[in-house]
């Protein structure tokens, strides 16, 4: 098989870096990382396509959770369907949903609703065709997102990442993210809770922080620090629990570099050398990020005031 040389992805695209800042919707953003074709993620992701952190050691003691990658993003989807109390008759909103993971979760403890807002095109039709029970997918923007009758959990697992804006102050980040848990918060019950998931920055100052994510991987988008999630939810969340650790995204991020090279001949003949060696750099630099402790990922239980 001859490698392409060119991408035939519709989103993708290397030169965004001459891209002016700013140029890019929200959508935009989200469509150029996620519509990726799907087919391309399930060679390198866990059957359930999950495309974030799983979750492969109990963090007080240690003790192993999981051996292999399916079995932490089980691990994980179960921690986070326990912290939101999801059970028979729950009304869940999974904000962020990829390609339903949590919603499929969600169905099969007998939820009345789990609706999963997203914003790319590949993972709505693909959990529209899945058939499960309950379950609802909805491509709208979470800051639009608005409700007559309430919800009575939330989960939020790796689009917290995608809310704040590179260049923002601390100021203007921790107001981009009090307008989010004050949309969730109209949407929930009283002391309803939301178990969230994202990537935070750890030993990286605030200027450093503002331009390091790299551009071309996910345009528009801003990671928090711990300090600014807890502060920006105070006034409508209580803190029920916290923990963080960088070494479940390391773990995670090994098996996807280990399967996307066993792939590479397959990659490259369908989508081009480039995109091949494009996200092998962005995996391998997240990677790096995490065993450096750069960044770190941070799972918070919250509970609606
Ligand atoms: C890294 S993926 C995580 C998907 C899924 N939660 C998982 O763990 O596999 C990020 C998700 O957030 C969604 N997203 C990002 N910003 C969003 C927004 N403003 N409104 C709705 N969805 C958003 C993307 O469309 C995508 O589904």
């Not at 390198?44 to 495309?51: A, I």
């Not at 240690?62 to 009304?91: C, I, M, S, W």
């Not at 919603?103 to 590949?122: E, F, I, P, V």
């Not at 981009?176 to 990537?199: C, D, G, H, K, W």
């Amino acid at each position: 098989m001859t490698a392409k040389t060119d991408s035939s992805a519709k989103h993708f695209e290397l030169k965004l870096k001459d891209r002016p800042a700013g140029s890019m919707s929200q959508t935009e953003a989200i469509q150029h990382h996620y519509d990726n074709d799907t087919r391309f993620f399930s060679l390198w992701l866990d059957p359930s396509l999950t495309y974030s952190s799983g979750r492969w050691f109990d963090p007080i003691t240690g003790a192993p959770l999981a051996d292999d990658l399916a079995a932490a993003q089980d691990a994980k989807l179960a921690f986070h369907l326990d912290a939101a109390q999801v059970t028979e008759g729950t009304r869940l909103i999974d904000i962020g949903c990829g390609w339903g993971a949590t919603l499929r979760g969600a169905s099969q403890r007998g939820a009345a609703h789990a609706l999963g807002l997203t914003l790319s095109n590949d993972q709505l039709t693909h959990i529209a065709a899945q058939g499960w029970d309950n379950v609802e997918a909805r491509l709208e923007d979470a800051y639009t997102f608005t409700t007559d009758e309430p919800y009575t959990a939330a989960i939020s697992i790796g689009a917290f990442e995608h809310f704040a804006k590179p260049g923002q102050t601390r100021a203007e980040k921790i107001a981009t993210y009090a307008r989010f848990f004050e949309v969730m918060a109209a949407a929930l019950t009283p002391n309803a809770r939301f178990s969230l998931q994202t990537i935070v920055w750890e030993a990286v100052d605030f200027e450093h922080s503002n331009t390091s994510l790299p551009e071309t991987v996910f345009p528009e988008s801003s990671i928090p620090y711990i300090e600014e999630v807890v502060e920006a939810s105070a006034p409508t969340f209580r803190l029920v629990y916290l923990e963080n650790d960088p070494r479940h995204y390391a773990m995670t991020l090994d098996v996807w570099l280990k399967n996307l090279k066993a792939q590479k001949a397959l990659i490259e003949a369908e989508w081009g050398t480039e995109k091949y060696q494009f996200f092998l750099d962005y995996l391998r630099y997240s990677r790096l990020a995490f065993t450096r402790r750069k960044n770190s990922l941070a799972r918070f239980v919250l509970q609606r005031r």
